[in-house]
């Protein structure tokens, strides 16, 4: 596992999106893997203003979002769905049918999460995913206990996440308990992993990550046993 701090948020959003915009520019089709929450928006910022100043289009990138929350429409406001296009795909130029998240809205989860994999897999794989990190350690959705062999799943979202999440909610109640989230498995399977962690939030999670300890209890730890990650981090202490 690769440490980076920067300086500030800005910084760290930059150096996170070169790393992206650079892959996208290197080869002829990309498949990436991205994250909602509020650590992202800087990087989003950033491929917003890699396309319209024409250092990078997105033509032939395809796109996979890590999860989505279970039983909220692609268009309501406080869906993934919603979040992504308002912050990065209304704004570039990726095909609509090039992306995609996982479908939260249906009444066979289980088979959209059989479905979400099947996609993956025929995409060849994700080149290179972003993560952000819950104070508990969750990635993506697979909150505290969740299995490191679990591919694409629905899980119970934790009370600290749920609290985390109600910002983007008028009441803690309207925060669904439910998501549909790619699971550690599906994640250790991308080729490269670049992980962002911001905020003195998120300062426990990042001294329990740099222990390099591996447990189930703290999802993130599965990243040890990847061989190409990249953690670039700010303003932790
Ligand atoms: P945040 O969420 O970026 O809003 O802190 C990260 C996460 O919960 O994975």
């Given amino acids: 596992m690769k440490w980076i701090e920067t ?9 996170a999106a070169d790393l992206f915009i650079n892959h996208i520019k290197n080869n002829s089709k990309s498949v990436i893997g991205l994250a909602t929450g ?10 917003v203003k890699s396309y319209t100043s024409r250092k990078v289009s997105y033509a032939r990138t395809v796109s996979f979002n890590l999860d989505e929350y279970v039983g909220v429409t692609a268009e309501s406001e406080a869906s993934y769905h919603h979040y992504m296009k308002k912050r ?21 989860l289980e088979k959209a999460a059989r479905e979400y994999e099947r996609q993956i897999e025929e995409s060849g794989g994700i080149d290179i995913q972003l993560l952000g990190i819950g104070t508990n350690g969750h990635i993506g ?18 009370a600290s996440t749920r609290e ?74």
């Fill in 7 to 15: 300086a500030s948020y800005e910084e760290m959003s930059k150096m």
């Fill in 141 to 158: 959705f697979n909150e505290p206990g969740s299995s490191f062999e679990n591919t694409t799943h629905v899980v119970e979202l934790t």
């Fill in 164 to 237: 985390a999440n109600k910002v983007y909610f008028e009441r803690l109640e309207d925060v669904p308990k439910h998501a549909i989230t790619m699971g550690i498995k599906t994640i250790m399977q991308s080729k490269k992993i670049i992980l962002l962690l911001s905020g003195a939030s998120k300062r426990e999670a990042y001294d329990r990550l740099r222990t390099g300890e591996v447990t189930e209890q703290f999802p993130a730890s599965a990243l040890h046993l990847h061989s190409d990650v990249t953690v670039i981090y700010t303003g932790v202490k």
């Fill in 38 to 47: 509020g650590t992202p928006e800087g990087f989003y910022k950033e491929l």
């Fill in 88 to 108: 990065l795909f209304n704004y570039i130029d990726i095909k609509r049918e090039n992306i995609y998240l996982p479908n939260g809205d249906t009444p066979n």
